[in-house]
Every structure is written in C-alpha cells, then in structure tokens.
C-alpha cells in the first residue's frame, strides 16, 4: 500500500499537469485532439486523485488533515471535483483551464513536501472533525471557483467594452453563462460554508476545553458567509447582477484566502495546522 500511495503522490502533480494542458491547448490553440481527452482526463485525475486519498487515510490512520501540505492536497481535490460537476451541469468546458490551474500547483506542492507527522494528536482522528473539514474545503473550493469566474466575467466585461476582441472574447461562454456559473458555485459554497459553521459548533464544545468563539480564523469563515449572504439575497431581493456581483464574488474570495492563509498559520489558536 505504501508504495501505490508513494507512486501516486508523484503521479498526482504530472496527471494534473497534463489535464491543464489539455484544457489549454484546446481552448487557446482549439487542437481537436486536446479536445477530445481533456474531460476524459480529469475524471482520471480525480479517480486516481480519491484513490491516494483513501490510501493515506487507511495507511496513517486518520483523516488527512494534520498539516498544510495535506490540506493542499484535500484543496486540490475539491477544486477539481467542484469543477468537473459545474462542467457535467453546465456542459460548458471553455474555463477548465483557468480553474485547473489551481489544483495543479496546490497538489504540487503537497506532493513535494508532505510529510506525515511522529504523533499525531488525537483531536485530529476524530472523523467528525474530518467531515467538517471537508465540508469547509468544498466550500472553499466552489468559492475559488466563483471567483475565477468572477474574473473571468471582468475580463470578458472590458474586452467587450474596449471592443478588443481577443482569445477570451471568442473562446469564453458569454457573460449571461459566467454569471450563472459563478452563481452555481457561490450558492455551492455558500450551503457548504454552512454546513460546515453548523458541524463545527457542534463538535467545538465536546472536542477542546479551552476554544473560544473569538478564534481568528472561525469570524473570519463567519464573516465569509456573510459576505455571501448578502450577495445571495441581494441578487434575489434587490435583483443585483452583473459586475456587483462578481466583484463581490472575487471580494469573498480574496477574505477567504487571507483566512486560509495569514490568519491561520499566525492569528489563530486551535484551528492552526499542526
């Protein structure tokens, strides 16, 4: 077993690699044959990607959530998953490559310096914790991808405006499919999110004697679902759309990977990464 989960650890990073490549040759150069594989090929990837997931889970015990470069490894996953069922939906593949740029350098990463710690503490073998994880990197991973759109949207938004009519104004699905794009993976997030603060709550209490409901990192994914709230309901009360909402979309995301960065490996107390 340990030997399958070594030899994907390495594969992992080369198979995302050439999914990108894929998606990039046939959006920017349109070569039928990239074409044809691409989707073919990220469903591979994200079979091969579960795979190491469970191996290492089953051969060290716990969930794989103990360090940054583990998480990175859950993000890579998440990202692309989201991705692959917005694309089953929408059946529009033209941004693979913008959104699978992600789970390549996360899973890179991980791959290169993902270590498995000497003791692993026992609040982290707790799979309850494990499921409130993967809820928050779901929803994480459909608020990345919201904002990729989000950009996407503005970039397509300006070329249309300059009348500068480039590669992205011909390849991109026009704006009307962004917006509801970005909009699947923000209301994804947004009930993710939520699943998440609520699983979180309930385990808090029963796990950690001296938590804190001031803890950095849990206002910061509060604030983040706020942040999302107030969209959502201001595109179905007040019937915002268009840019407000994509710079909103691209404003949550930015909150959020401040929190998953900055103010979880330096403000936080027991939502740090061991």
């Excluded at 990239?34 to 591979?44: C, D, H, Q, S």
Aim: glycine share 6%.
């Amino acid at each position: 077993m340990h030997l399958l989960t070594a030899a994907l650890q390495i594969l992992l990073p080369i198979l995302y690699f050439g999914t990108i490549w894929a998606y990039a040759r046939a959006f920017f150069s349109s070569v039928k044959e990239a074409e044809a594989i691409k989707t073919p090929l990220l469903f591979g990837t994200i079979a091969c990607h579960i795979l190491y997931i469970v191996l290492r889970s089953v051969e060290y015990g716990h969930p794989p959530i103990t360090s940054i470069f583990e998480i990175l490894s859950l993000m890579s996953l998440t990202v692309a998953l989201v991705y692959a069922l917005i694309e089953l939906k929408t059946k529009n593949t033209a941004t693979g490559y913008f959104i699978l740029i992600f789970p390549f350098f996360f899973q890179l990463l991980s791959s290169l310096f993902i270590r498995e710690l000497g003791e692993i503490p026992p609040i982290l073998r707790s799979n309850l914790l494990g499921f409130h994880v993967f809820s928050a990197l779901f929803g994480y991973a459909a608020i990345t991808i919201s904002a990729v759109y989000g950009f996407l949207y503005l970039m397509l938004y300006h070329d249309i405006k300059s009348s500068h009519f480039s590669v992205i104004y011909k390849r991109l699905p026009n704006l009307e499919m962004l917006e509801r794009m970005s909009f699947t993976a923000t209301l994804s997030g947004f009930l993710l999110l939520t699943v998440a603060i609520i699983v979180g709550l309930i385990w808090l209490p029963r796990a950690i004697v001296d938590y804190s409901y001031t803890d950095p990192k849990l206002l910061g994914t509060v604030a983040i679902w706020c942040i999302y709230a107030v969209g959502l309901g201001a595109k179905q009360i007040a019937g915002w759309q268009g840019r407000r909402i994509m710079v909103l979309s691209v404003a949550g995301f930015a909150i959020a990977l401040f929190s998953m960065s900055i103010v979880n490996m330096f403000f936080t107390g027991f939502h740090k990464f061991y």
